[in-house]
């Protein structure tokens, strides 16, 4: 019985067993989701509120390279749970390449999102333009922080490319993906 399978049995972590990774990385990321689904909330009911004000803001986002980069964002899942599949079979060298391959694709949905942002601020559009965009850019930038934050847990675990370790490292990064999977609608299709 390994450490981290004493402390988890002595944690009583009981409706985490099962799950890959380290159950305080789940504690995290549901933790995560809370704090976004509120955010989405307040999106959502603003909306609601102020549909033209939300149309208007909508009608300048770049919808095509949200698109993009919902194609980026989940590709690199998809590298990163190849990687996780390379560690359990203990393939490290593998699995650090497919954890690369997460991180530079994370690092192309930062590039993006930054070419999107600069075109909206060269275009006038800042914080303080509309409830649209105050909450547009806390929304998406609290997003990219958890983007970046998450290649750098990925760089983390790629060093020893440990199975656990991968696991844990990828469970915070599918939480990104299904964010923005869940995020992109909301804030660049549904009118």
Not at 28 to 43: D, N, R, T
Not at 112 to 119: P, S
Not at 147 to 168: K, R
Request: proline share 3%; hydrophobic share 55%; glycine share 10%.
């Amino acid at each position: 019985m390994s450490i981290a399978d004493c402390e988890q049995e002595e944690a009583g972590w009981g409706v985490f067993e099962g799950l890959p990774g380290d159950p305080m990385m789940w504690v995290l990321v549901f933790s995560e989701l809370v704090a976004f689904g509120l955010f989405l909330g307040a999106f959502i009911v603003a909306h609601a509120v102020k549909p033209a004000i939300f149309a208007s803001g909508q009608t300048s986002l770049d919808a095509t390279l949200a698109g993009y980069n919902t194609i980026v964002l989940v590709t690199s899942g998809w590298a990163a749970a190849k990687g996780v599949a390379s560690a359990r079979a203990n393939a490290r060298r593998h699995a650090r390449l497919w954890l690369l391959l997460a991180m530079v694709l994370g690092g192309s949905f930062v590039t993006i999102k930054f070419f999107e942002y600069a075109h909206e601020i060269g275009s006038g559009i800042g914080l303080e333009t509309s409830m649209f965009f105050t909450l547009y850019f806390l929304l998406t930038g609290f997003h990219l922080l958890h983007v970046c934050l998450g290649i750098i847990i990925l760089a983390v675990v790629c060093s020893q490319a440990d199975p656990v370790h991968v696991e844990t490292g990828t469970i915070f990064w599918h939480m990104v993906d299904l964010v923005w999977i869940v995020m992109f609608p909301i804030v660049y299709l549904v009118r």
